[in-house]
């Protein structure tokens, strides 16, 4: 029996956390998101006002709508002001330490009976609900990035996590209009398990000369009907991001499939993280991405 859901409170309004709170206040759901200065927390805000306006533009919502759904949405710097939530999805750095002292903190203040939930791409579940005083209430909801458009969220149990939290956490993202899959608490989950080493393998591959960067994106869109290429879509990743995460999958399972291949770790060392710095396997300085040249 899944429980009642009316109001949710979402930690982190950085590239996940915001997305995560439109998506519930466009669900209906009463949202209350938090973030550690006024500051970040209005940067957040801004991105949910920006998306919700282009969408009144685009003819897909009226203002009347978009109004209500920014309504639904109360941003806070105090942990406080989750205390009455159903349901608390965090999506703060990834950063297991930051992680525990922030479940320890609202373990105290949010409601017994209420569902916890982490965003983690690569931590142990376990871990995170271990030190909360209600491991059985205790979940993973891995959402994908942009949460506002992709289809999919992963929703882990625990060793611990009781079957009436895990119903709560699949129905809760079903009425979001998300496809739930369920999965266990293994390092990368489905998607990450399978899409990171593939990346890997597609640096591997540039790095024994089988293709340029932009051949072997061509060939994977052309040959195996991807929308994006390997090397594209981890720039839109982050490389920083591919690189904790396969440290994280290669500590767990010591396979070298998970490995760091030299080259992400110079890339990494030169400080071009994809999209996100401008450059990474391309350049996307000028009007349309070019290969980077010093790769
Ligand atoms: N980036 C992705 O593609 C992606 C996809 C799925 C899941 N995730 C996961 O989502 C989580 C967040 O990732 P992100 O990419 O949004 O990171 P991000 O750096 O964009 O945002 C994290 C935000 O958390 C805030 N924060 C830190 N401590 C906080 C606290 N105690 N309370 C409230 N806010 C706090 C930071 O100020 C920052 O704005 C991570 O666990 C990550 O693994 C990321």
Redesign the pocket.
Same mark, same amino acid.
């Given at each position: 029996m899944a429980q009642q859901i009316e109001k949710v409170g979402v930690?982190? *309004?950085?590239? =996940? &956390?915001? &997305?995560i709170a439109q998506v519930a206040a466009q669900a209906g759901y009463e949202v209350v998101l938090? /973030? $550690?200065?006024e500051a #970040?927390l209005a @940067?957040?805000v801004g991105k949910i006002e920006k998306q919700l306006a282009r969408a009144v533009e685009k003819g897909k919502s009226s203002q009347q709508d978009a109004d209500a759904v920014r309504g639904r949405i109360k941003e806070t710097?105090h942990?406080r002001d989750l205390a009455d939530c159903d349901l608390v999805i /965090?999506?703060? #750095? /990834?950063?297991l330490a930051? @992680?525990l002292? =922030?479940w320890k903190?609202i373990d105290e203040i949010v409601k017994p009976e209420a569902v916890f939930a #982490?965003? +983690?791409?690569?931590?142990a579940v376990i871990d995170q609900a271990a030190v909360t005083g209600r491991p059985g209430q205790f979940v993973g909801l891995?959402?994908?990035?942009p *949460?506002q458009v992709m289809k999919l969220v992963e929703v882990v149990r625990c060793v611990t996590t009781g079957d009436e939290a895990f119903d709560t956490a699949l129905e809760f993202a079903r009425s979001e209009g998300k496809l739930a899959i369920p999965t266990k608490d293994k390092a990368g989950f489905i998607v990450n398990r399978l899409l990171v080493p593939y990346m890997l393998d597609a640096i591997r591959a540039y790095e024994e000369g089988v293709g340029s960067v932009g051949e072997i994106d061509e060939a994977m869109k052309a040959g195996a009907g991807h929308p994006m290429g390997p090397l594209t879509l981890a720039d839109f $990743?982050?490389l920083d +991001?591919l690189g904790?995460?396969c440290d994280v999958l290669f500590e767990e399972f010591r396979e070298r499939r998970f490995a760091r291949p030299p080259l992400l770790r110079k890339i990494l060392s030169a400080g071009w993280f994809g999209r996100k710095t401008g450059i990474g396997f391309y350049d996307y300085s000028g009007e349309s991405p070019v290969e980077n040249p010093g790769i």
């Amino acid at each position: 029996m899944a429980q009642q859901i009316e109001k949710v409170g979402v930690l982190g *309004a950085g590239l =996940m &956390g915001h &997305g995560i709170a439109q998506v519930a206040a466009q669900a209906g759901y009463e949202v209350v998101l938090r /973030e $550690v200065d006024e500051a #970040t927390l209005a @940067k957040g805000v801004g991105k949910i006002e920006k998306q919700l306006a282009r969408a009144v533009e685009k003819g897909k919502s009226s203002q009347q709508d978009a109004d209500a759904v920014r309504g639904r949405i109360k941003e806070t710097i105090h942990y406080r002001d989750l205390a009455d939530c159903d349901l608390v999805i /965090e999506a703060i #750095t /990834e950063n297991l330490a930051l @992680k525990l002292e =922030m479940w320890k903190e609202i373990d105290e203040i949010v409601k017994p009976e209420a569902v916890f939930a #982490t965003n +983690t791409s690569s931590l142990a579940v376990i871990d995170q609900a271990a030190v909360t005083g209600r491991p059985g209430q205790f979940v993973g909801l891995h959402y994908f990035n942009p *949460a506002q458009v992709m289809k999919l969220v992963e929703v882990v149990r625990c060793v611990t996590t009781g079957d009436e939290a895990f119903d709560t956490a699949l129905e809760f993202a079903r009425s979001e209009g998300k496809l739930a899959i369920p999965t266990k608490d293994k390092a990368g989950f489905i998607v990450n398990r399978l899409l990171v080493p593939y990346m890997l393998d597609a640096i591997r591959a540039y790095e024994e000369g089988v293709g340029s960067v932009g051949e072997i994106d061509e060939a994977m869109k052309a040959g195996a009907g991807h929308p994006m290429g390997p090397l594209t879509l981890a720039d839109f $990743v982050g490389l920083d +991001t591919l690189g904790s995460i396969c440290d994280v999958l290669f500590e767990e399972f010591r396979e070298r499939r998970f490995a760091r291949p030299p080259l992400l770790r110079k890339i990494l060392s030169a400080g071009w993280f994809g999209r996100k710095t401008g450059i990474g396997f391309y350049d996307y300085s000028g009007e349309s991405p070019v290969e980077n040249p010093g790769i």
